[in-house]
């Protein structure tokens, strides 16, 4: 092994040591062992070509462990198809063909094929959609290829690739290191070890080739910190990673809308089962056709069945998600965008949310806060040799110019973590070698013993280390952030550990200003008028949160620090998370403890957060949100990429969420309200008819023309009590809308049957007919007054929803007329029925917004 150094090279070169290295330190495979592993590998200093990198995809595949084989678009037809009813109704036709029964045959036949061709447009084309918008924050690796390193989709890395990573990156591929300088991998997605394992580059290991060799790295692990560059050796299901990959892609847990879809799907199949089954047996007694009862009782099946449901559902959210992207708001998951509008607590760090998360350094004090360099001097060392992801507070740091620091050479470091909450180097100068660190004025303050003021060194006694807390404590009351640098001569230039840190001299405190964005505290006010409580989860200190959280109206007075979460059992915890809005100086791990308190309280929790340490609070959380700066780690684990930071971007995704809500909610009411009460009715009139209430082929037909009006419910507007606050799914009211609204459908069912019988004396076609038309137009004219919580008239529908319904209802009439009457088992109904049909129908709507609107009542109190 042999350290390397920094060159020189003319643009467009790319040598050995580049691969190594573009800074002074690090570790390095030796020339002879690094050209030995890029021949094996068949690769080359320059990295891969393109046509190589072309071959190999080909022949290796995508790099993806555990692939999702989209459908075709045959297969996502077919799939409609597999569905047990359909797939009935498909056969009975096939044997009425082989009865004679020509006709019905194909009529069943093109119905079914019509509805699954429509359902495949709609969704297909919804996917594609949602394909795109993911394909725009898809995880990236930095890959060499042709002499250049460039960014690329995960899925097109190979192996022979030459990669380079950083601190929150995720690992790629497998690969076997060539550099590295203070690299540490997270590997617990492998071993389960939570704590990070320093790798790099060895010629030969005892364990190689185990996921224990210190030169590998693995898929599926994430760089804590350090730098490295390896060449990779095997991508997708030939990793360590593609062995488990799908025991860890287990569905994550049930979410707000996988129980919703799963509470309703059981209400349902019980309706289905047992309404079916008892108009079967009731048929068969009274011994009618056997094959035409079973047609008629699978066709009532469908007729119940909300088939369309994946349909609107995939259309609605898609439509929303579209939306969203315009707003800036990236959508991974299309659920996702439920319980996006689902959420009531919305947790955060304040930086980058409440502030713009854009540092400017504002001065540089000694230990007893009086103007001085020096601190700078020592913190701009730190930070300009520190290998971990450089923070905002860095940044801001290394744009100051510093004189008398360039003379120095990184030797060793410990990285930062979040427990000791501070970070530590060694250099060396003309003084020799020096330990630096630099991290929360209170964890530097415990492992110092002298101050350091205008280079002389006193003693840290009690009441001077009182005095410097109360330094950075009025500091933080002001609303700055504070760091504190502490130094003094280290004993060696290499083998660093945390045992160091000790004896240290404080030089003094940093300050830095992040000022609150601005129209936060207008948001803050729109996201609690709109039901969504914001909770602060910060590592930062206390004073500084309560300062910010002040001037964007956030009641910090109650803040609650991490020692103490720490000392509380879960039941006390999920109290005081319930009652308390501000937690400061938390640890990740108190982070994640705290978002499973809120969860367990029945809330519906987003978190938004894009460091290394946010990753387990994002996959915790019902919806985690990261931004596009995000570390690889956190947007991986995001379900919604932010591609503007601020609050306004989370609240017009919130509402964009509610609003999706709202009109898949409509179609669920419909489906078990109006439609139910005639599938109801024509179960009760079979008890009494000498003959079928309708035909098998008529039932479909009704059915589909209904189905065919709603398929623009996606694009309605929505009710302004769908947005007012958090909507979650509550089978009660659909199941209410089922036992109320449905019998009012059916007392208007049987009493059409009077009139076609008592008055109009009709025959089977004619009783048919009559029913035919009633049954379409008051399901679907419902839609109407089902659609909004308020008034009909004064919320209108879209125009294309109004178009559809309208135009479904004058072609359920206008068929009894048409060339296809006879064949559909139509005749032409007198004028004097329109006339009742229109009454019937006004007084319907009428009593159902009567009842609508009590059961509505929830939805317009919330």
Known sequence: MEATTAISAAPGAVHREQLRAREEGGIALSGPALAALLERLQSSERGLSNAQAQARLRKFGPNDPSPVHPLTALGELLRFFANPLVLILLAASVVAATLGQTLDAAIIAAIMVLSGALNFFQSYRSQRAIVRLREQVAPTATVLREGNWTELPRREVVPGDVIRLSAGDLVPADAQLIWSRDLHVHEAALTGESMPVEKYPQETAANAGSIEAPNLIFLGTSVVSGIATAVVCATGAATAFGDIAMRLAERQPETEFDRGTRRFGFLIMETVFFLVLFILLVNLAMRRNALESLLFAVALAVGLTPEFLPMITTVTLSIGAVKMARKKVIVKHLTAIQNFGSIDVFCSDKTGTLTAGEMTLDRSLDPLGQPCERALFFAWLNSRFESGIRSPLDAAILKQRVSGADGYRKTDEVPFDFERRRLSIVVVGEQGPLLITKGAPESILEVCTTLDVDGAHRPLDAAQRSHCAQVYRD??????????????????????????????????????????????????????????????????????????????????????????????????????????????????????????????????????????????????????????????????????????????????????????????????????????????????????????????????????????????????????????????????????????????????????????????????????????????????????????????????????????????????????????????????????FFVFLAVATATYLALVELVKRRLMRRIAAA
């Open 475 to 832: 500091l933080s009351a002001q609303g700055l952030r504070v760091l504190a640098v502490a130094w003094r001569p280290a004993e060696r230039a290499e083998g660093l550990t945390t045992a160091d840190e000790r004896e240290l001299s404080l030089a003094g405190f940093i300050t830095f200003v992040d000022p609150p964005l601005q129209g936060v505290a207008e948001t803050v006010a729109a996201l609690r008028r709109d039901g969504v409580q914001i909770k602060i989860l910060t590592g930062d200190n206390e004073l500084v949160t309560a300062y910010v959280c002040a001037q964007v109206g956030i009641d910090g007075n109650q803040i609650v620090l991490g020692d103490e979460i720490e000392r509380m059992a879960d039941n006390a915890l999920a109290h005081v998370a319930e009652e308390c809005n501000v937690f400061a100086r938390l640890s990740p791990g108190q982070k994640n403890r705290l978002i499973m308190a809120l969860k367990h309280r029945s809330h519906v929790v987003g978190f938004m957060g894009d460091g290394i340490n946010d990753a387990p609070s994002l996959h915790a959380a019902d919806v985690g949100i990261s931004v596009a700066g995000a570390v690889d780690v956190a947007r991986d684990a995001a379900d919604i990429i932010l591609m503007e930071p601020g609050l306004e971007v989370l609240h017009a995704g919130i509402i964009e969420g509610r609003r999706a809500f709202g009109n898949v909610l409509k179609y669920l009411l419909m489906g078990t309200s109006s439609n139910f009460g005639n599938m109801f009715s024509m179960a009760g009139a079979s008890l009494f008819l000498p003959f079928l209430p309708m035909l098998p082929t008529q039932i479909l037909l009704n059915n589909f023309l209904y189905d065919l009006a709603q398929i623009t419910i996606p694009t309605d507007n929505v009710d302004p009590a769908y947005t007012r606050r958090p909507q979650r799914w509550d089978i009660r009211i659909i199941r209410n809308f089922m036992i109320l609204i449905g019998p009012i459908s059916s007392i208007y069912d049987f009493l059409t049957f009077y009139v076609l019988l008592a008055v109009f004396h009709s025959g089977e076609q004619l009783f048919h007919t009559g029913w035919f038309v009633e049954s379409l137009a008051t399901q679907t004219l419902v839609l109407f007054v089902i659609r909004t919580v308020g008034r009909p008239w004064q919320d209108r529908p879209s125009l294309p929803l109004a178009v559809t319904t309208v135009l479904i209802v004058a072609l359920g009439v206008m068929l009894p007329f048409s060339p296809l009457a006879p064949e559909l088992g139509f005749v032409a109904l007198p004028p004097a």
